[in-house]
């Protein structure tokens, strides 16, 4: 019986990836783009004949508030989608890089003390390299902190 219910949230899920993904995809083409600016259009050249009446301003303030409610599930179902892909395909390039550090592989599951402790370490890294570079580098190629900055 469980096995049947898992079955069902699969499919649940499976459609529902791809109907957000074709909407994201639709939504997010130029012609939509123009379609909503028309709609737009249409609705200020219509106020005047309403005489810019309450249930005008209600139409597309309902019309809008209801888009923008769906459109946040369907933008954040692909986000977090895309992120995890992001992911994966840089934790399967940290695993194949010869002398790369794999705890750095599920790097988004650290706490956020652990992040700000490896954030440290690397510009303490990057604070000993530059240190090292700089006594190989010519005096005319180094470049002053405040103008690496600029760059």
Known sequence: MGNNNEQRQDGVRERFR????STSQ?????????FACLIIITWGVTGPIFHFSDTWQLVINTG????????????????????RAVHLKLDELI??????????????????????ALHEEFHR??????????????????????KQAAR
């Not at 791809?18 to 993904?21: D, E, I, M, N």
């Not at 888009?67 to 895309?82: E, G, H, P, S």
């Not at 695993?95 to 700000?116: F, H, S």
């Open 18 to 21: 791809r109907f957000a993904h």
């Open 26 to 34: 639709f939504v997010g083409s130029p012609w939509m783009f123009i």
């Open 125 to 146: 890294v990057r604070g000993e390299r530059h240190s090292q570079n700089e006594g190989q580098m010519p005096a005319s190629d180094r470049v002053a902190p405040s």
């Open 95 to 116: 695993r194949a890089v010869k002398g790369a550090r794999n705890q750095l592989v599920e790097l988004e599951e650290m706490t956020d003390e652990e992040l700000v």
């Open 64 to 83: 809008t508030t209801i888009v923008t409610f769906l459109m946040v599930f369907l933008i954040q179902n692909t986000q977090n989608r895309d992120a």
